[in-house]
Structure formats: structure tokens, C-alpha cells
């Protein structure tokens, strides 16, 4: 082999070797953007889904509140019409004990 032919052979290798190494080096950098974009659709979605939690605990908040309230609402008028049915009662016992006694 000619000495002209094993140095074109030898800058080929060399020209290989760094292809191979600048490949290696875009792939790593490749993964390392990757992996960097979706770290940050990650962090992204968990700081999206606890807005949505947030939200949706005040609104469920919001609603018990209203709720305990037209609750507390409602009793409030049962018991007023149960005080006014006993008071209604009362009376009729009364004017009954009274009719009995006068009677009696």
C-alpha cells in the first residue's frame, strides 16, 4: 500500500471518528432537550392540575355553605310551624282540661 493511500485511509478514520463523536454528542444533546422539555410539560401539568383542584375545592366550599345555609333556612321554618302547630294544640288542651273542669 502506498504511502499516500494509508494517509487517506488514515484521515477517513479520523473523519469517522468525528462523525461518530459529534453524533454522540447531538444525541446526548438531543436527550438532554428532551428530557428538559418534558420536565417542564410535567412541572406545567402538576402546577395546572392543583389551579384546578384549588378551584374546584372553593367552589365545592362555596356550594356546602350555601348548602348548610338553605339546610339551616328550611329547619328554621319547620320547627316555626311545628312551634305553631304545639302552641294550636296547647290551646285546644287547654280550653279542654277547662271544658272538662266546668263541666265535670
Given at each position: 500500500?502506498?504511502?499516500e493511500?494509508m494517509?487517506t485511509l ?8 468525528r ?5 454522540a454528542?447531538?444525541a ?16 406545567d401539568a402538576?402546577?395546572?392540575a392543583?389551579?384546578?383542584i384549588?378551584?374546584l ?12 345555609l ?7 321554618n ?5 312551634r ?9 288542651a287547654a280550653?279542654?282540661?277547662?271544658e ?5
Amino acid at each position: 500500500m502506498s504511502l499516500e493511500a494509508m494517509e487517506t485511509l488514515a484521515a477517513s478514520e479520523e473523519q469517522v471518528r468525528r462523525m461518530r463523536a459529534d453524533a454522540a454528542a447531538a444525541a446526548r444533546q438531543s436527550i438532554a432537550d428532551a428530557r428538559e422539555s418534558g420536565e417542564k410539560l410535567i412541572a406545567d401539568a402538576v402546577k395546572k392540575a392543583a389551579e384546578e383542584i384549588e378551584a374546584l375545592t372553593r367552589k365545592s366550599d362555596e356550594k356546602a355553605k350555601a348548602d348548610a345555609l338553605e339546610l339551616a333556612g328550611n329547619n328554621e321554618n319547620r320547627k316555626a310551624v311545628m312551634r305553631a302547630k304545639a302552641e294550636s294544640r296547647a290551646e285546644q288542651a287547654a280550653a279542654l282540661i277547662v271544658e272538662r273542669i266546668v263541666n265535670g
